[in-house]
């Protein structure tokens, strides 16, 4: 009777396809991390540009109109705009910045699956240990694109709201100082 075959072992990771994909799926988070770090900073600029603007142009309408200046019915609408988008797009920075600003959030590898890798620490290096790091960035990967893209939609409803806020009061200056 004949024995069966010995089985194969389980190639090394480096004789297999999966450590030339590695760094691909590696490199593509780090682009990920590096835009959501990008929109991050691009909210705080949003808040601290509403902000300042905000400050700049209820200067300009009081040095304009002097400091007892109370505004026509025909200028509260506008002026209420204005502010409401300046006060807006800060909030709509803010929050794009701040959604999903938790390790969970972003779909970071957890630590009880980083706990059972630790468990075969001194296994070779092998094809199936590869593939398990792969699915998991992969999914780190899905989820920080799909955040990001959010964080970004939102952001771009900031940057809207403040370029109208700035349209609004620019119109409102030019309306006080023509008059």
Same mark, same amino acid.
């Not at 490199?27 to 300042?52: M, P, W």
């Not at 970004?152 to 009061?169: D, H, M, N, Y």
């Given at each position: 009777?004949?024995?069966?075959?010995?089985?194969?072992?389980?190639?090394?990771?480096?004789?297999?396809?999966?450590?030339?994909?590695?760094?691909?799926?590696?490199?593509?988070?780090?682009?990920?991390?590096?835009?959501?770090?990008?929109?991050?900073?691009?909210?705080?600029?949003?808040?601290?540009?509403?902000?300042?603007?905000?400050?700049?142009?209820?200067?300009?309408?009081?040095?304009?109109?002097?400091?007892?200046?109370?505004?026509?019915?025909?200028?509260?609408?506008?002026?209420?705009?204005?502010?409401?988008?300046?006060? $807006? &797009?800060?909030? =709509?920075? #803010?929050? @794009?910045?701040?959604?999903?600003?938790? !390790?969970?959030?972003?779909?970071? +590898? /957890?630590?009880?699956?980083?706990?059972?890798?630790?468990?075969?620490?001194?296994?070779?290096?092998?094809?199936?240990?590869?593939?398990?790091?792969?699915?998991?960035?992969?999914?780190?990967?899905?989820?920080?694109?799909?955040?990001?893209?959010?964080?970004?939609?939102?952001?771009? $409803? &900031?940057?809207? =709201?403040? #370029?109208? @806020?700035?349209?609004?009061?620019?119109? !409102?200056?030019?309306?006080?100082? +023509? /008059?």
């Amino acid at each position: 009777m004949a024995s069966p075959a010995p089985a194969s072992p389980e190639p090394a990771l480096k004789d297999v396809a999966g450590s030339i994909y590695g760094p691909i799926i590696a490199a593509q988070l780090d682009q990920e991390r590096a835009r959501k770090s990008s929109i991050d900073t691009r909210c705080a600029a949003v808040v601290t540009s509403s902000g300042v603007l905000l400050g700049l142009f209820t200067g300009l309408l009081t040095l304009i109109e002097g400091k007892d200046f109370h505004p026509p019915l025909g200028l509260l609408i506008p002026l209420a705009l204005a502010y409401a988008l300046f006060v $807006g &797009a800060g909030v =709509a920075a #803010i929050a @794009a910045s701040a959604y999903g600003n938790t !390790i969970e959030g972003f779909g970071e +590898v /957890r630590v009880p699956n980083l706990r059972a890798w630790v468990a075969g620490w001194t296994s070779p290096a092998s094809a199936s240990a590869g593939l398990q790091v792969a699915n998991e960035l992969l999914n780190l990967l899905s989820v920080l694109r799909g955040k990001n893209l959010k964080k970004w939609r939102i952001l771009l $409803g &900031a940057v809207i =709201a403040e #370029i109208g @806020a700035v349209i609004a009061f620019v119109a !409102i200056l030019f309306t006080q100082i +023509v /008059r």
